[in-house]
């Protein structure tokens, strides 16, 4: 199952310039893993069986784009509609070409529910 990532109009014209727009963004569930990506910028799988838990996140003012800092990451084109997937144990991603590694991503979708309820279900086993 494939989650957008969404974006807001102004970032959504430069994230495309970038080459980190829709067409290269995505959250893809199935039942073996999640793939977190946008574009070059980030990128990492998760084994299902990592996904420790999934919750609704608080939206964001200012931060867009893909950046964090000790494990926890921030991959988002709009403010709001962000969903926080916790991952344990820590997976390695690729954060703008560097290794690291992702014990929780936050990203925001076009729809959090559909992605809190994919991953719901299966996060408690």
Do not use: C, K
């Not at 109009?9 to 067409?23: A, D």
């Not at 926890?72 to 969903?83: A, K, P």
Request: a neutral charge; charged letters at 20%; zero cysteines.
């Amino acid at each position: 199952m494939r989650f957008a990532i969404s974006y807001s109009t102004p970032m959504r014209l430069l994230s495309i310039m970038l080459g980190t727009g829709p067409r290269r963004s995505s959250v893809d569930v199935d039942d073996d893993t999640v793939d977190v990506r946008m574009g070059w910028a980030f990128h990492v799988v998760i084994p299902r069986s990592a996904v420790d838990g999934v919750r609704h996140a608080e939206p964001v003012r200012f931060s867009r784009g893909a950046h964090g800092w000790n494990g926890r990451y921030l991959v988002n084109g709009r403010g709001d509609g962000l969903v926080t997937i916790t991952v344990e144990p820590a997976q390695r991603g690729v954060l703008v070409g560097f290794p690291v590694n992702v014990s929780e991503v936050t990203v925001s979708v076009e729809d959090p529910a559909g992605l809190v309820a994919a991953l719901s279900d299966r996060s408690a086993t």
